[in-house]
């Protein structure tokens, strides 16, 4: 799982964030509101991966806290130390997500907030692809991004250099769809992380599930 020698720019940026990262968005009521989504769905005990799972707050933590198993994987060593010490309960490996080999249909749901910021378009859309797969049928899908039209923007995000690459947010439905999964919710909203050099960002959280398993109610 090691990324040999040279650290990723995202390892960078979010290893230089560990902690601070969780109190900017720890009053994300969106975020929340996702969790909850999930946990209604869960079958007891479900198999959970969360992609860059960052400090393991408040995902993992709410996932296994209501009994799931979390296999939390994130790029950056900072936040893997952070969240293995949060949440002990969870399983966190330390990897580039892009690399990492995955079993498919072997999973009841997948988490990836706001993780594919520092990916190229092709490399966001081969991810999600790649996720469905992994989600037995019936699986679900939560995912949330900053749905804009940004292809290797420099900018500045709680005083870290950032390059940006995303959707707007159509396209990210549209990348879902194509991978195979039904989109059963979205939200968009705007949260304004609680850090001096933040500005409101629009976000969008979207849910959805691999059919061909026992049927999630929509909404
Ligand atoms: C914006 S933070 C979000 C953390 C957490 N998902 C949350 O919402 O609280 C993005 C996380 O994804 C991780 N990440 C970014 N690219 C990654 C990759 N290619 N593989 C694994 N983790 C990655 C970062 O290190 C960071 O911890």
């Given at each position: 799982m090691a990324d040999g020698n040279r650290r990723s720019p995202a390892a960078a940026v979010f290893d230089a964030l560990g902690s601070d990262y969780e109190k900017?968005?720890?009053?994300?009521?969106?975020?929340?509101?996702?969790?909850?989504?999930?946990?209604?769905?869960l079958p007891p005990g479900s198999r959970v991966l969360d992609v860059g799972s960052g400090t393991g707050r408040p995902t993992a933590a709410t996932l296994t806290a209501?009994?799931?198993?979390?296999?939390?994987?994130?790029?950056?060593?900072v936040m893997?130390?952070?969240?293995?010490?949060?949440?002990?309960?969870?399983?966190?490996?330390?990897?580039?997500?892009?690399?990492?080999?995955?079993?498919?249909?072997?999973?009841?749901?997948?988490?990836?907030?706001?993780?594919?910021?520092?990916?190229?378009?092709?490399?966001?859309?081969?991810?999600?692809?790649?996720?469905?797969l992994v989600l037995r049928p019936g699986g679900l899908f939560a995912l949330a991004?900053?749905?804009l039209d940004v292809e290797g923007f420099d900018g500045v995000f709680m005083g870290q250099g950032v390059r940006v690459t995303s959707f707007a947010a159509q396209a990210v439905t549209a990348l879902?769809?194509?991978?195979?999964?039904?989109?059963?919710?979205?939200?968009?909203?705007?949260?304004?992380?609680?850090?001096?050099?933040?500005?409101?960002?629009?976000?969008?959280?979207?849910?959805?599930?691999r059919e061909g398993g026992e049927a999630a109610p929509a909404g």
């Open positions: 900017a968005f720890a009053a994300s009521g969106a975020h929340r509101a996702s969790l909850a989504w999930l946990l209604e769905r209501a009994g799931h198993r979390v296999l939390g994987v994130d790029v950056s060593p893997v130390e952070i969240a293995s010490r949060q949440v002990p309960e969870a399983e966190f490996r330390c990897g580039d997500i892009r690399g990492l080999p995955l079993e498919d249909g072997s999973l009841d749901a997948v988490c990836v907030y706001f993780a594919l910021l520092q990916m190229s378009r092709a490399e966001q859309a081969d991810l999600v692809r790649r996720l469905a991004t900053v749905p879902v769809r194509e991978a195979g999964l039904t989109v059963l919710s979205e939200e968009s909203v705007l949260f304004t992380p609680a850090h001096p050099d933040a500005t409101p960002e629009p976000q969008l959280f979207l849910h959805g599930r």
